[in-house]
């Protein structure tokens, strides 16, 4: 089974720190996502790649939210600095279009735990 | 902006039938996807409508009315295993990305 792969899948972390979580997505896949899951929030985008390069990032902070795509095969989110607030689940995910419909089937990976003391 | 609304939570006996509803207002369409997601693990995709009616598969079938705004999932024969949260998600038109409601928790009870 294709897989996107995900690391680390557990970080704790003290505030202030820098925090980078990689992606490694389903080889063909041309769209990639960020999703962020909060029992509070559910699960909300972050910011998507198509063919590489970033389409939205509107749902991320940008004044310490960072996502880049420097290859097809890894895409990187970084935090820097973390904050308590910023505790999540990060789901990345991978996406190729349904034949005939133009629309995306995604693949989440197993997501990264983050925790921010 | 994107509204998708589910209920939070539902249950329902081992065997029955469940239906998952969904209402949604966004700004243009171009699909209505049903994913599964069981407790601390990730999402996975059941199904997707772009057009009018009903799509199944299996025990899950999932229907949509376009000029309703809504959407069902239908779970039928329910087995144990089909204990999850199950999410609405919308691909706004012109557009690749996904937007999830909350979620509806299903528990299924011997």
């Known amino acids: 089974d294709a897989r996107v792969t995900q690391t680390p899948r557990d970080k704790v972390t003290e505030m202030g720190q820098e925090v980078t979580m990689r992606c490694q997505p389903i080889l063909g896949h041309n769209t990639v996502f960020w999703y962020r899951q909060t029992m509070m929030q559910g699960l909300e985008l972050l910011a998507y790649f198509r063919n590489r390069a970033p389409l939205d990032d509107s749902g991320m902070p940008k004044d310490r939210f960072s996502a880049e795509m420097p290859d097809a095969t890894l895409a990187t989110l970084k935090i820097q600095p973390s904050e308590p607030r910023d505790s999540a689940v990060y789901f990345c995910?991978?996406?190729?279009?349904?034949?005939?419909?133009?629309?995306?089937?995604?693949?989440f990976g197993a997501g990264s735990r983050l925790t921010v003391l | 902006g994107q509204n998708i609304d589910q209920p939070t939570e539902m249950t329902a006996t081992e065997g029955a039938i469940v239906q998952i509803n969904c209402t949604y207002q966004?700004?243009?369409?171009?699909?209505l996807f049903w994913y599964q997601q069981h407790a601390g693990e990730a999402p996975t995709f059941l199904s997707y409508n772009v057009l009018d009616g009903l799509e199944e598969k299996g025990r899950f079938s999932s229907f949509l009315s376009r000029s309703k705004g809504y959407s069902y999932l239908l779970l039928k024969e329910l087995q144990m295993k089909d204990s999850a949260s199950y999410l609405c998600?919308?691909?706004?038109?012109?557009?690749?990305?996904?937007?999830f409601g909350a979620g509806t928790t299903v528990t299924v009870r011997a």
């Open positions: 995910a991978s996406g190729f279009p349904l034949p005939g419909a133009g629309a995306n089937v995604l693949t």
């Open positions: 998600a919308v691909r706004p038109s012109n557009d690749y990305k996904l937007s």
């Open positions: 966004t700004s243009g369409f171009n699909g």
